[in-house]
């Protein structure tokens, strides 16, 4: 059997194609950005042109070309895309307009207004699957949020008020199937537009955060995920459907009859790191910001980071903010301030999942961009109080893709054994009991920072009169 699996991961930001063995080792990559969305009236927030269709090509085109006659060697495709976006399609399966944004207004909320071109309603990844297959078939495991599915059986529901409500009738949605299931063949034409061989099985995964998770080893509640990314948030897997509250929500898991538990989470989250970075200029890397933040003492110097660069959606008037200057912290203290910041957000609403969820994780697993930092790891360790491990391979979406085509495959007799075999260790970082005392002390204090900085946002945007000084 060929031992190499095509991995598909579309993010937010770009798409990486990779091509990895049974062992996990990434034997070619590539990847591709997305050009700027395009904002219109009403909240549309749109993907230009066919662009992610076009990245995924472009990417798989320059695998193929690395992996030179080896490309014969790949077994089977996963496929990974953007949760929460929007396609409508016409008969033929083409956009009738450009994707649309999980950011996009229209998302979370139902469908009117139908346009007479619109012959189907799918998700990216439903569309994607189309255009490499040529079915119009899609992983129940990313329906969430406006869609008339059932959450218990993973299926379009049976009650036909749920059509009515999401303004989606039954016969211009996409069938549905199972996370790891077999959509379909590379048709002549994919092949011809990707550089990949005609025939090759593509298998549906799920949502790109339970995937992610799945790549990350998250099997069961022993272990929890803090996805350092774009999007950051922090992740539970279990076999059972369990109530949150308002502690997070939960979300399809990338293996069938698991789910995704998901807290709170922080809305352009690294993306601020890199913005201070590229706000310098002058060729400054995150490694020169990261041995300036390790030398200045836990707590930044009284540096104060809030993080709502992007607003809550419950928040709209809030900002984000760096409080605490004195003339005394440089470069490297707003760095650590920035980092410290993301990381007491996610200790608080990770502890609240925990407490819903009533587990406790002997370790946590850290992914994403954010997971490269050795500070960043250290001080997500002395937070939490338990280990803190890095993977060997960052892109833990595009792995766990590669596991689904994999498993898809018949290369491992089911999933845990596929973990086990492809998901590798590569950093691990223990509290210290001195900076673990300090950290809880200031998260502490951290917790209880929006409940002073609220009122003057909301003054600030008008929403509230302007306070009395000492009231």
Known sequence: MSDLFLAIDNGSQSTKVAVIDRDGTVVASARVPLRATVLGPGGRVQHPGDDVWDSIATACRAVAQELGDRVRDIAAIGLCTIRFCRAYLDGAGRLTEPMLSWMDARVSRGVTDLDPAVEWITTSSGYIT?????????TAGNYQGVWPIDQSTWRWSADDAAFERTGMPRDILFALVDPGALAGDLTANAAAATGLPAGLPVFTSSNDKAV???????????????SLGTYIAAMIVADRPQELGDAGWRNFGAIPGQYLYESHGIRRGMWTASWFRELLGDGVTDEELGAEAELVPAGSGGLVAILDWLAPTDAPYRRGALLGFDGTQGRGAIYRALLE?????????LARLIGALNVAPEYLIVSGGGSKSELMLQIVANLAGIPAKRLAVPDAAGLGAAITAAVGVGAFPGWREAVARMVHVDTVKVPTAA??????ALAERYAQVTAYTDPLFRMLSGDSPVPTPNN
């Open 130 to 138: 189309h255009r490499l297959t040529g079915r119009f078939v899609d």
């Open 212 to 226: 992610e998770a799945l790549g990350s080893g998250l099997l069961g509640p022993s272990a929890a995920l803090l």
């Open 341 to 349: 910041g993301i990381a007491f957000t996610m200790h608080g609403h």
């Open 435 to 440: 900076e673990s005392a300090q950290y809880a």
